[in-house]
């Protein structure tokens, strides 16, 4: 039998008991559930958090210089974390960075190459930058990892940044993901098709209540572009007012009712 990250992966009640068994009453259960939320249950984050709490640091503070990623902290877990990569490997996890989720077929259209799913296991089998997600091909990198490698795609050449988001956006619009379509069309400049994708999106992620997204697209999302798609305007001036955000979504109304009066004009209707 083959033993994978998955069954390597704690579970938060073997975290809690683990936490229990090393340090007793020194670490209460609600310390043990921030340690678990912080490693994602991966061995390596755990001894690491948990050496230095019985070098003589307590669990309260280092729990806490953990979730604030103090630089020292950080980058001792990173470099744990990425020991064992080859730089090929490197490489290749800068590229996929980009993806909030990640689906080898995904993977392999954004890379351009065909041996993406090989390779998602070679990486996962020298060290667990994945977390694994149970019954499902998608899963995500580590927080902490992404962070690094998002970094690191920062510094590529421009063009070769731009190729990679229009690939991806290509792939996830193809597949029905049109809010993470519009977010790599936005990055790799499409604009046009980044709305396009947005109004598709936007509109529905308000009616499933998810108005966070519709919110944080808002500050993205020039006026004169917002004000030619009137579903865009409506489900960003709904969900200002359900977040009791009403002097914003009265403006939004506002602009809705001017562009409905400018349309029956067009018509030759009069607007009252």
Wanted: net charge negative.
């Amino acid at each position: 039998m083959k033993v994978g990250p998955l069954q390597l992966r704690f579970r938060l009640e073997e975290t809690i008991q683990l936490v229990s068994a090393q340090f007793g009453t020194a670490a209460n259960h609600e310390t043990a559930v921030k340690i678990h939320a912080l490693t994602e249950g991966w061995p390596l984050g755990l001894q690491f958090i948990l050496s230095n709490i019985a070098r003589g640091g307590s669990s309260q503070s280092e729990v806490a210089a953990f979730e604030k990623r103090g630089e020292t902290s950080h980058n001792r877990l990173l470099a744990l974390l990425l020991a064992n990569l080859e730089a090929s490997d490197a490489e290749f996890l800068t590229r996929i960075a980009i993806l909030d989720e990640l689906h080898p077929e995904l993977c392999e259209f954004v890379i351009g190459s065909g041996d993406t799913a090989a390779r998602l296991e070679d990486v996962s089998s020298a060290t667990p930058v994945f977390p694994p997600a149970e019954h499902s091909e998608w899963f995500k990198m580590h927080s902490l990892v992404r962070e690094e490698f998002r970094r690191r795609f920062a510094a590529l050449p421009y063009e070769e940044q731009t190729l990679l988001h229009r690939r991806a956006s290509a792939w996830l619009s193809d597949h029905g993901n049109s809010e993470a379509a519009a977010s790599h069309a936005f990055a790799a400049g499409q604009t046009e098709r980044a709305y396009e994708l947005a109004e598709r999106s936007l509109y529905e992620a308000f009616f499933r209540g998810r108005q966070e997204v519709v919110q944080n697209w808002l500050g993205r999302l020039v006026k004169e572009e917002l004000d030619k798609r009137p579903r865009l305007l409506l489900a960003a001036a709904w969900s200002l007012a359900l977040s009791e955000r009403h002097g914003e979504a009265s403006d939004l109304v506002s602009r809705i009712s001017l562009r409905v009066c400018v349309d029956f004009r067009r018509r030759g209707c009069v607007c009252r």
